[in-house]
């Protein structure tokens, strides 16, 4: 690659989506890459011409490492929606004249739907007017609810944190519990793809009894058959432990969170801001059995938790973003960079390139195959999918009992 | 010690309390005792006789290091309450008779104010019968709000991860923001004392720009001054994150969390079950400004994320487990093991021994020189007393990609 390029980082942090930009940065380096900027706030920053040049941070191999210890989105986040091209060409001029202000010969963008329908616009724009720029996406959500990859980038890391949480949570919970047990319902991110709620069913092992039901939103949540299903449990076990998808709802569709509060806010993307579920199942509980509940949210936790990082999503993380800049570098632009397993026993993941307008908007469901017939469970198919993303950690630098992250001054 | 020991956890668990049963095993070990037997469910079980032999699980040292590694009470809790001696001769006379059956010479309790109660019970009813067992208090309590002993084994893994996950909090919430700032407001355990909540304060550092107001119990809170800061730190500030105890109440007494549910659920010892209050706090934001927020509960995670415990904190936790037991050996009873430092830079603490009487029931604060003026932060009184607790960390055991734990069969 002859001139600059530049990355962004956009929709809900992950907990490795810096490692896509420490993956890019040093692919661009191994090519010769003059300059990498990195775009302050996603797309919406870049059309202020709001960008910071990576090398600053990056030059020194240690900045690397810190970078991948760190969470959120190190150059900032947006969730800015590309408008229809027609109409707002202003909008898409913009960005391709920045692009040359800075001789900026390539875009790559790491996130997840709502983020590849902006590179799915933008290399659409620099079709149809012959333009030399390319963009590339880089895929990251912790939702894991992008098609045609295996899995995405940010998923191992909550799957492993939210495993892991539950097991302290089941061990806290079974504590108590020598007269009557305490109901315990946990609430997980995820609007209408369960995979991370799934991640619940990774707990159970030969030192965890596991989750005593796991609710996804692939499947209609019955109020009256989860009260009887808790009704059950409690009678019979000594601690109760039920993970909750965020995003469960009634046969009508309603979400359940919003029986306990109509007002639910929406975001650009016309997303509700889903939470409070947990609240309000333990309080119909408690209301019913006279048992104590707690609620717990994860909430951004599940997407922050570097600190319980998983080495392979790390690694897989880094990978997508050092094969963006290798694929541009032979021409391609529209395309996402995908994981595709090869094998699960032992994990063989290979990386490979997508058009993007087969991934832009689609959302993957959990395979209906790998609920339980009861619909509260994870099935042994899921566990095969899911425990390779898991494995290995990378230790945190710690300083004054911390972990130590790297921020834009 | 001729005969048997036996040691209960009693109250909410923490991150270390593991520790300090493995620290008396280890010194009754040394000692030569024959039996160590462990309470299942705390005193509550004991007085149903049940109880494990715990050299069933540490007979084999990995066994030792596998329970310093796992969360809450492997023996499991209770929050029993030891009834007056008076008219309750019965229920006093069952602890001895069940000691006497087992040939039990000493018991070691672990546990927080509540706790230490149950030991100095049992102690003085043992002085009035001229009873010959001993009882022994080991300290234990996220709260940190025990008198006399520097600080508890419990609170330094606790602040460890407040402080680590509010960073990734703050790095989270501040993805956001180019535009408008995301009120993030983050619950604190802590029903009368602040100390856990205190601990958002060590999240400030070279690389955090920290909380930007964090609310402590120990003084009132006023829900009109909380708005004005709040609307002053939206209007200056690209991301806003705020620590709150769920204790804050107002000037009339009243909890913050009871102005948003009035039937708050009351426990064995007449402590109300606090929740709620970021959730009440962020949604009277919301409406009053218009900003996006979000309430964060850490709920039992802080008390259970071994780990992320402090080194220090499972060292102490141990230590007081095994002097518990030397002091014993020297005939004492009715005495709990308290920290007194001797230094804090560089950090250097000792154990002794003091008169339970003096302990039970009485509540620590946070002092008020350590509050701020505006009573929203803490000064570098409180950082140079709690830095060094959260130092060090222990490496979780993983195996299948999560941490391992020790539990009953």
Not at 156 to 175: F, H, L, V
Not at 206 to 216: H, K, P, Q
Not at 367 to 380: A, F, Q, R, S, V
Request: aromatic residues 8%; contains cysteine.
């Amino acid at each position: 690659m002859k001139g600059n390029i530049v990355v962004g980082q956009s929709g809900g942090p992950t907990a490795v989506i810096n490692s896509s930009v420490a993956g890019v940065f040093c692919a661009a380096k191994e090519l010769g890459v003059n300059k990498v900027y990195g775009m302050v706030h996603g797309i919406e920053g870049f059309l202020e011409d709001q960008m910071i040049d990576l090398g600053d941070y990056l030059d020194d191999p240690t900045g690397v490492e810190l970078l991948k210890r760190t969470p959120s989105a190190f150059l900032g986040s947006c969730r800015f929606k590309m408008p229809q091209i027609e109409g707002h060409e202003d909008v898409y001029e913009k960005v391709f004249e920045i692009m040359e202000k800075h001789d900026i010969e390539c875009l790559f963008y790491a996130g997840g739907n709502d983020s590849m329908d902006t590179v799915k616009m933008l290399s659409d724009y620099a079709a149809a007017h012959n333009k030399p720029q390319r963009f590339m996406g880089v895929p990251k959500t912790i939702d894991n609810d992008l098609p045609i990859t295996d899995h995405c980038p940010g998923y191992g890391s909550a799957a492993k944190y939210i495993a892991a949480s539950i097991k302290e949570i089941i061990r806290d919970n079974a504590s108590f519990g020598a007269k009557k047990p305490t109901v315990c319902i946990v609430e997980i991110m995820g609007r209408h793809a369960g995979w991370l709620t799934a991640a619940a069913a990774l707990a159970k092992g030969d030192d965890c009894e596991g989750c005593d039901a796991i609710y996804l939103p692939e499947t209609v949540f019955d109020i009256d058959a989860f009260m009887e299903k808790v009704k059950y449990l409690a009678a019979n076990r000594s601690s109760v432990v039920i993970a909750v998808s965020e995003g469960v709802h009634l046969a009508d569709g309603r979400f359940v969170c919003e029986l306990a509060n109509e007002n639910v806010a929406v975001d650009a993307f016309g997303h509700k801001q889903l939470s409070g579920t947990a609240a309000y199942l333990a309080q119909l509980v408690a209301a019913q059995t006279g048992l104590k509940t707690r609620a717990i949210e994860f909430s951004t936790l599940q997407r922050a938790a570097t600190h319980l990082a998983s080495l392979t999503d790390v690694n897989e993380a880094y990978e997508v973003g050092y094969e963006a800049v290798m694929t541009a570098e032979e021409g391609k632009t529209g395309m996402m960079i995908t994981l595709d397993r090869k094998e699960s026993t032992p994990y063989l993941c290979a990386t490979s390139a997508f058009d993007i307008h087969a991934i832009a908007n689609v959302e993957r469901s959990v395979p209906k195959e790998w609920i339980t017939e009861d619909g509260c469970g994870l099935n042994e198919e899921y566990e095969k999918y899911a425990r390779p993303l898991i494995m290995g950690e990378l230790t945190p630098l710690y300083v004054n009992g911390l972990p130590r992250h790297l921020v834009r001054k």
